[in-house]
């Protein structure tokens, strides 16, 4: 589902962010990106979603060659994609509903349809309840899962999360967690980049650990 083939990624200013990155994650499998800051984890995920392109190597997203994608097509990739960011990134004069239904929104979907994705995916991350409130009034918690719903509507095959539990304490961290193994289950491919080493170590999944660019070997 995702595999990266000798990337680098290196900047005029910085110089290399990412060093000959190699790895594969299979359709279904969830796996964990770790590092100290200024690791290029954020990097990484930034190449896979076609935010940035690699300077070398090559990056495939369900068979989908990103260094060969037209810029045209970037829109097409982004709907397989499922992003996650710490900051939640919601638009607070939208209510719940129109901030999920956003990306449905952009891909022409008729409304019938975006309601009924909508609040199936409410429902999954359980504020089918909240439809019609706005994000100020909804806990830290309860933010991230509405970009988690918003980032599943589209039914993604590859969800990216950057730093998802960042803001929240240990009992939301692991309902969070909760909720993307519950998405690996139904095969989609789940990369989660994380300082949280104590969460990581709490659950069975692959690590991959970037230091100064470089991928160290990965362990399970």
């Given amino acids: 589902m995702l595999t990266a083939n000798h990337v680098c990624k290196r900047y005029a200013e910085a110089g290399d962010a990412l060093s000959d990155v ?17 690791a290029g984890k954020s990097t990484l995920l930034k190449l896979i979603a076609a935010i940035e392109r690699c300077s070398r190597g090559q990056l ?3 068979g989908q060659d990103l260094s060969r994608l037209p810029d045209r097509q970037i829109p097409y990739l982004r709907r397989k994609l499922g992003l ?14 129109d901030n999920v239904a956003l990306p449905m929104v952009v891909a022409g979907v008729g409304p019938h349809e975006i309601a009924r994705r909508v609040r199936a995916a409410l429902d999954k991350v359980g504020l089918l309840d909240k439809e ?3 994000p100020l009034a909804l806990s830290g918690g309860e933010q991230q899962r509405i ?3 918003r980032a599943v509507v589209n039914k993604p095959a590859l969800i990216l999360a950057d ?10 961290s692991a309902e969070i967690m909760y909720l993307f193994e519950q998405f690996k289950q139904v095969g989609v491919t789940v990369l989660i980049a994380t300082h949280d080493i104590a969460l990581v170590n709490q659950l ?10 470089r991928l160290l ?3 399970l």
């Fill in 204 to 213: 069975n999944h692959r690590v991959l650990q970037l230091d100064h660019g």
């Fill in 217 to 219: 070997e990965p362990r």
């Fill in 147 to 149: 970009g988690i719903a």
């Fill in 84 to 97: 996650i960011f710490q900051d939640y990134k919601l638009l607070l004069d939208k209510t719940v509903f």
């Fill in 163 to 172: 730093e998802p539990t960042g803001n929240l304490d240990p009992e939301l």
């Fill in 22 to 38: 190699n790895f594969h994650l299979e359709k279904g499998e969830m796996a964990f990106l770790t590092g100290h800051s200024g």
């Fill in 132 to 134: 019609k409130r706005y």
């Fill in 60 to 62: 495939l997203v369900d």
